[in-house]
């Protein structure tokens, strides 16, 4: 009697495994490149500190005086959220248009109103929107007053991601006309993720992606290697039955 081989490559069945897994590889790392491309061009690598002024949030933070706020809680829960990130307490205020300042006047016109709404508060951070004229076609005019505390976290640098963020949501198309509430919280929200958080980086991504094939790629093949040796057990035991069989069959002629 003859012993015929026993397989144990890889089958078909192992093929589709190992092809899923690097595509599902690629596609976490396609996703993981995508976020950090979404949004405007950010980077920040500064390690910022919260503050702790002592004061708790301040609920009364929006001044809507055009209209513009539909949802008050949506846009303070945006504005929440950047205070519990940064410590600085910000202030929104959406100025009617003002025919007789100029640009001056209107930036003298924030710092009078930081004196006189917050007084000796050094963790404000106060925006101020002066709406342009009715029917004009270019926009009104953003003003801002930050106290000395709130400038730890507020620095040259953080004000310009708070623009990036402004300019990418005011002139872009994922908030509609009667949507501000809802952009003016993302802003505060993105900011404070912006500055409070190191970029990541495409070199940070492709480690994150490197290790991310190895597991999956070790996964794969563990689960082949398993399959393969099940496989060849079972074969070498039906092998060995046919073997045993035949010998029978062979000792039953031969009586």
Not at 48 to 72: H, P, Q
Not at 98 to 112: F, G, H, I, L, R
Request: glycine share 6%; charged share 20%.
């Amino acid at each position: 009697y003859g012993r015929s081989s026993v397989s144990g490559g890889v089958d078909s069945a192992n093929s589709v495994y190992i092809i899923f897994g690097i595509i599902l590889a690629i596609f976490l790392v396609t996703a993981m490149f995508s976020m950090i491309t979404a949004g405007p061009d950010i980077s920040n690598n500064k390690n910022r500190t919260k503050i702790s002024s002592g004061y708790n949030f301040m609920n009364d933070c929006v001044y809507d005086e055009i209209d513009w706020i539909d949802s008050t809680s949506t846009l303070r829960n945006g504005m929440e959220y950047f205070y519990d990130k940064t410590g600085v307490q910000p202030v929104i205020i959406l100025h009617e248009y003002e025919p007789t300042m100029s640009k001056a006047q209107m930036e003298d016109n924030t710092v009078a109103l930081y004196d006189e709404m917050f007084g000796s508060r050094e963790d404000i951070f106060l925006y101020v929107y002066y709406d342009s004229a009715p029917n004009a076609s270019e926009d009104g005019y953003d003003t801002w007053c930050i106290g000395m505390q709130a400038m730890s976290v507020m620095d040259d640098d953080a004000l310009d991601i708070f623009w990036q963020w402004l300019d990418y949501y005011w002139y872009g198309n994922t908030y509609a006309s009667g949507e501000e509430d809802e952009m003016f919280a993302a802003i505060y929200t993105d900011t404070a993720n912006s500055i409070m958080e190191k970029s990541t980086t495409g070199l940070d991504v492709a480690f994150v992606g490197f290790i991310a094939v190895i597991v999956i790629v070790a996964g794969i093949t563990i689960v082949v290697l398993v399959k393969a040796k099940h496989k060849r057990k079972k074969e070498e035991a039906e092998e060995t039955a046919r073997i045993l069989n035949a010998d029978i069959n062979t000792l039953s002629s031969s009586s």
